[in-house]
């Protein structure tokens, strides 16, 4: 499938795997256009939780040109980790959604802490398109850069890493 | 996550496990409301195939109701396999499209017979949501019947059956 700026899935897999091999659901989870939390649950076969490390709305500053925003906007900056059974980190995810893009039905929902965003999306039945952005292995770990696109501009900038060793 | 009628990932899961059990990418296709095509590509780290079987423009029948239509407006009706490496069958999917959904900018590529929905709607950006309408084990092989849904209406509706038997 293509993703990345016009690169297939194959082909982005290819580029990571120069650095080192990945597993399948590392495979999986690199290149999704879809909800990471729904592939990670299904994957476990056990709900996963999400845990908020830092979370404040500040203004958008280097942040503005990728959201399409302008420097002094607001935004909600989250940092959380999606934790599996026992509290194992399994991703970590820092995000940046412009305020102004927030529809009041779903702002209480995107502004507390502990709702991935996958589920607000489908609770509030929104439509929406994800773009990979940047797809690398750095330290061994695989680290993802996507936006989530509603109603034509960026609903939400996501940088993830991708934990668990066993995968 | 929610997904079927409010059920989450797990509570599918588990519902089709009193069937029989289910290796981790099969939880991960059943449950999946992102493209199935893109996580095959990814599991199996090569390009799947699209093959037709069958594709019409025929009246929308008894299938108008679920897609929001009058009996006698036009669909696109779709048989395909994906297949993998050496022409095994992974998926069998049926579908039904609306033409007076589709946009000239894609209809031609939605009416093409070797595209998968999911590259299509990569290519042309369109933002949308999938909704599960049902997931179940028939015959040991598991079945799902879903929507994907763009600007409030059903743009396609698709049977999938799941085949692969080393998933």
């Keep these: 499938m293509e993703t990345k700026r016009g690169k297939t899935t194959i082909e982005i897999i290819k ?12 495979r999986i989870i690199a290149t999704t256009t879809g909800s990471v939390t729904q592939i990670l649950e299904a994957y476990l076969g056990e709900e996963v939780g999400i845990h908020t490390i830092e979370q404040r709305v500040k203004e958008a ?43 009041n039905r779903f702002k209480d929902d995107l502004m507390r802490a502990d709702i991935p ?20 292995v750095e330290g061994g770990r695989i680290k993802r850069t996507y936006d989530i696109i509603s109603d034509g501009g ?14």
């Design 15 to 26: 580029s990571l795997e120069k650095q080192r091999r990945l597993s399948p659901i590392e």
């Design 61 to 103: 500053g280097e942040m503005a040109e990728v959201l399409g925003i302008r420097k002094g906007d607001k935004v909600n900056y989250r940092v959380v980790e999606i934790r599996g059974r026992g509290g194992r980190v399994l991703i970590k995810a820092v995000s940046w959604t412009p305020l102004k893009r927030l529809k």
């Design 117 to 136: 965003i996958g589920k607000i999306l489908l609770k509030h039945q929104i439509e929406s398109r994800r773009e990979l952005r940047d797809v690398k």
């Design 154 to 167: 960026v609903l939400m900038r996501i940088e993830e890493v991708i934990y668990g060793d066993d995968f």
